[in-house]
């Protein structure tokens, strides 16, 4: 699965191998060597992919590494969980598979999906006998794999019983050493891309004449309109997941404590994801929909023989329709299975090959950009450059008021101290693109074209000012 995805990564995700390679090769964190930011949302992934850079010095060996390792937890640990249960001993491999070949996680490659689904494996297996120190140290590094992960970290403490709190305590001498790092050398415990993120909204008119708004709440529907079979297949594992936990629920004991935490964890993580609304990535629905798989595959491992045989019979079946849509795609691939962008990997590579040496203002998609250039161009915005996310993120702390919630961001802040932003005198643009529009002629244009965005363009103009400069 990683050889054949390595080199057409989801944008999203080579900001984090962008990021791993910066740490790994220069023992720096940020995208750009030289140039600090603080908007990678999942600092373990990064941690652990630029401590694997920093020994077989790719990035991209490093990223296939851990995902494969990744992957292969998820086997291993539902397979202790099967066997602690008395299911059958194939859950494992077919978690394993289930989910590396499912279109939605190998669309989140790079990412910290896979990461976040070997913790929820390791944790169910902690909680199958109330381990305090399994849970506890998953729950902290749940918390630093995403923010927003917590939740699964809370409910998993929660669920060991009387001494919750020393799995509490165990998780929080996990997390603090980061939470120490980023308060006082990065300037804020969350990442800054939290918040230019939150509240987002996507404009799309998916097939019809009007344009309609998406959120978190309904953008499935927007995957349903450009990535069908795909999104039918990846929704039809978290289908079967509500009611495999759902059953297991109903059995009572180490059973219930693991489908508690899978489905309840996975409803609790998706409405805080759709109260904090950060729009309707494809990544995001990722976690729950892990969960869930692997709460179906234990719950078609513990029911009576004759019936496995159907339910093993219908997961074959889902695993020939991930092949079949892998298959069907034309090759080379240009894209992930599932993705947004606006470009390909391939059409990024090509620009960033054809970019001049220096500082360029990134078009609204940075990742691949950065990526190719890897230090001969370097492409800036507010997820490269931190006195670019300084302005937003000052605005945001205003707006909070002077409230609980404006207290809690004016001490989060409190040794926040941006450099300046590093000056650019060109500009990459789309085509209709959002960001602020050049006044020159360019120079020079490249088409670029996916599923979403079709005949599309990029240009490269001379501006007088940094396009992504908010006043």
């Not at 994801?273 to 929909?289: E, K, N, Q, T």
């Amino acid at each position: 699965m990683f050889v054949a995805a390595h080199d057409r990564l989801t944008d999203d995700a080579l900001i984090t191998l962008s990021y791993a390679r910066t740490l790994g090769l220069h023992g720096e964190w940020g995208m750009i060597p030289g140039i600090r930011s603080n908007s990678q949302t999942s600092p373990l992934n990064a941690l652990l992919m630029g401590g694997l850079t920093a020994v077989v010095r790719s990035v991209m060996l490093a990223c296939g590494l851990l995902w494969v390792a990744s992957m292969a937890a998820v086997g291993g640990f539902t397979h202790a969980v099967a066997r602690r249960l008395g299911a059958a001993p194939w859950a494992g491999a077919v978690a394993g598979v289930l989910l590396a070949g499912s279109p939605l996680m190998a669309s989140t490659i790079g990412l910290e999906s896979s990461l976040a689904a070997a913790l929820m494996a390791a944790a169910a297996w902690g909680l199958v006998d109330r381990r305090v120190w399994v849970v506890g140290p998953v729950a902290g590094l749940f918390a630093i794999t995403r923010p927003d992960l917590a939740v699964f970290a809370v409910v998993a403490v929660l669920l060991v019983g009387r001494s919750w709190w020393r799995a509490a305590g165990a998780g929080l001498l996990v997390v603090l050493p980061w939470c120490a790092f980023a308060w006082y050398v990065l300037g804020s415990l969350i990442p800054d891309s939290f918040m230019f993120k939150t509240g987002t909204v996507w404009l799309d008119r998916a097939g019809g004449d009007e344009y309609t708004a998406f959120t978190m709440l309904n953008g499935p529907l927007l995957y349903l309109h450009y990535h069908p079979v795909e999104t039918v297949l990846s929704l039809a594992v978290a289908a079967a997941g509500i009611v495999g936990c759902a059953w297991l629920a109903r059995s009572g004991g180490p059973a219930r404590r693991v489908a508690l935490l899978l489905g309840v964890g996975s409803l609790l993580y998706w409405l805080a994801l759709v109260a904090v609304d950060p729009g309707p990535c494809h990544w995001y629905y990722a976690p729950p929909m892990a969960a869930l798989g692997i709460g179906g595959v234990l719950a078609a491992a513990s029911v009576p023989l004759g019936r496995q045989q159907r339910l093993v019979g219908a997961a074959v079946v889902l695993v020939l329709g991930f092949a079949v849509v892998a298959a069907g795609r034309p090759f080379p691939v240009s894209g992930p299975e599932i993705s947004p962008n606006y470009a390909t990997a391939a059409d990024y590579a090509a620009i960033a090959a054809g970019l001049p040496d220096g500082p360029v203002a990134s078009p609204g998609e940075i990742g691949a950009l950065a990526y190719h250039c890897d230090g001969r161009c370097v492409v800036l915005d507010p997820f490269s450059d931190e006195g670019l996310a300084a302005p937003i993120i000052r605005y945001q702390v205003d707006q909070a008021g002077d409230g609980l919630v404006g207290a809690l961001l004016r001490w989060n802040y409190t040794h926040y101290d941006p450099a300046p932003p590093v000056e650019v005198t060109r500009q990459l643009w789309f085509r209709d693109g959002a960001n602020a529009r050049p006044t020159s002629p360019p120079t020079r244009s490249w088409q670029i074209g996916s599923r979403w965005h079709p005949d599309g363009e990029i240009t490269l103009n001379p501006v007088d000012r940094h396009p992504w400069i908010v006043e």
